[in-house]
């Protein structure tokens, strides 16, 4: 089972719609979750993270977190079609010296249609 | 706002060749990470460095070699290249006061 787990898509939305995005993650000890957006051939870009139970929103998007569930997840509301890409759900393993690196998703392809 | 830089962005290499990419990561960021993202995968960690010492290692094969100078900036020194060490690597940097890690454009490598 990999420790991250995402439904590979493609997720096709409307334009104007919401997109609902899915994550579920294997370590119960794991404490910090980010959300990435990546177009194609390009790197990684930052949308969203989330540290405890409960939702945190940025403008359009919003993260949610249950760590009794293992889940995380995001909305895109009104979406458009600019949105079109490869969501990586991350996660962080519990800290050992220093190191924070990430565990990712294998991602979500989303598709905005016009 | 300044971001992470690596070079070169693109990179073609014979079989059993050498090749070395940099990172410079964003200023006052004393850690950088190196995933690689093979075509249709997620990024895969490699290894970590944090105040110029290595902290993690990830699925970094043994004939790839990484170190992080006293500028903070990073080389990523990889042998004997393969065929399957084709992909793009990314450099990430993290410096503030959550893990949040900030990527790199990244180094798109082809071994032929």
């Known amino acids: 089972q990999k420790e991250v787990e995402q439904n590979s898509g493609p997720l096709s939305v409307p334009e104007g719609a919401i997109a609902s995005l899915n994550c579920t993650y294997s370590d119960r000890g794991s404490q910090s979750f980010f959300w990435y957006r990546q177009y194609s051939g390009k790197s990684p870009e930052l949308i969203m993270s989330i540290y405890s139970n409960g939702d945190q929103e940025d403008g359009r998007f919003t993260a949610q977190l249950n760590k009794a569930s293992q889940y995380v997840s995001l909305l895109i509301r009104d979406s458009q079609p600019s949105d079109s890409a490869t969501y990586l759900c991350?996660?962080?393993?519990?800290?050992?010296?220093?190191?924070?690196?990430?565990?990712f998703g294998k991602g979500t392809k989303l598709s905005v249609i016009p | 706002a300044a971001g992470v830089i690596q070079s070169p962005r693109h990179l073609i290499k014979e079989k059993r060749e050498t090749a070395t990419l940099k990172c410079y990561p964003i200023p006052r960021h004393d850690t950088v990470y190196w995933y690689q993202q093979g075509p249709g995968q997620d990024p895969q960690f490699l290894i970590s460095?944090?105040?110029?010492?290595?902290?993690d290692k990830g699925s970094i094969p043994d004939r790839f070699s990484a170190q992080q100078f006293s500028d903070y900036h990073s080389e990523l020194n990889m042998s004997s290249l393969e065929l399957g060490d084709s992909a793009l690597y990314f450099c990430a940097s993290r410096g503030d006061r959550k893990e949040t890690q900030y990527f790199g454009p990244g180094t798109r490598l082809l071994v032929l």
């Open positions: 991350a996660v962080n393993r519990p800290p050992k010296a220093g190191s924070y690196q990430l565990t």
């Open positions: 460095f944090y105040e110029k010492m290595q902290s």
